[in-house]
């Protein structure tokens, strides 16, 4: 939770498990995650620096069928203006980035919802593309 509030200047959420798995030691209302949602300016500003970290280079793999893509950063202090704080110590993290297109509302509001069409979905290519223009970024 520190980490994420000191990268992105925002109040990062606790992600709980639902489910029991004994054999991993997770009962339910156990955190085992945190997350924090950027949009906008903000979202391009702290993605720069991310990519940054791992020297604006994405394994073609890291990208799915819908134009998400995810990458890990071993260790947070390679992110640039990020210094070491020893209440959090030595860790990594993953960035999940999800691209949406004005009109994806429909698929999660509660009146009417609708599928979204498949010529209006973002593809692998395009988001590739997209992160090649925007970021500079090389996809290997």
Known sequence: MKLLNKITSAKPVSRKTK??????????????????????????????????????????????????????????????NIEYDSAIGIIGLEVAVTLKRPGF?????????????????IKKEEAINFMKQKFNVSVT
């Open 19 to 80: 489910k029991r798995i004994p054999t991993w030691g997770v009962r339910p209302g156990l955190e085992i995650g945190a997350s924090v949602v950027l949009r906008g300016k903000k979202a391009e500003d702290t993605l720069g620096r991310l990519l940054n970290a791992v020297k604006n280079s994405i394994k073609s793999s890291s990208f799915d069928q819908y134009g998400n893509f995810s990458f890990g950063i071993t260790e947070y202090l390679s992110i640039p």
């Open 105 to 121: 509302r429909i698929k999660h509001r509660n009146i009417q919802k609708r599928k979204i069409p498949t010529s209006h979905r």
